[in-house]
Nanobody, 126 residues
Framework: QVQLVESGGGLVQPGGSLRLSCTASGRAFGAYGMAWFRQNPGKERELVASISWSVQPFYNDSLQDRFTISRDNVENTLYLQMNWLKPEDTAVYYC????????????????????WGQGTQVTVSS
């Protein structure tokens, strides 16, 4: 299974920016669909954004104007650029990889992903 490690979280003031990174093991990174999810205690995990092996992005409609997902297949790294952060963005952010190579299914449900990182905490507060 793909092993994923997130980094880049931390404390930021409202209106600030952060860039999260997710580094994956293995040689087939470019063949997996990838995604960012987020979750707070007591709430459902929700999709932030996803990107297919063919580099087709999908965004949570409420976030697409502020967040940008990208990938570097040479470095086996997934990124999430977060701008104009709000307190409600506070959550643990998780990186996920699709269930198979060259995954052709949807990229918006937890069921589409099989490998997960341990998460990185993002806190937006004054």
């Amino acid at each position: 299974q793909v092993q994923l490690v997130e980094s880049g979280g931390g404390l930021v003031q409202p209106g600030g920016s952060l860039r999260l990174s997710c580094t994956a093991s293995g040689r087939a990174f470019g063949a997996y669909g990838m995604a960012w999810f987020r979750q707070n205690p007591g709430k459902e995990r929700e999709l932030v954004a996803s990107i297919s092996w063919s580099v087709q992005p999908f965004y949570n409609d409420s976030l697409q104007d502020r967040f940008t997902i990208s990938r570097d297949n040479v470095e086996n790294t997934l990124y999430l650029q977060m701008n104009w952060l709000k307190p409600e963005d506070t959550a643990v952010y998780y990186c996920a990889a699709s269930r198979g190579l060259y995954y052709s299914g949807a990229h918006y449900s937890e069921a589409d992903f099989a490998s997960w990182g341990q998460g990185t905490q993002v806190t937006v507060s004054s």
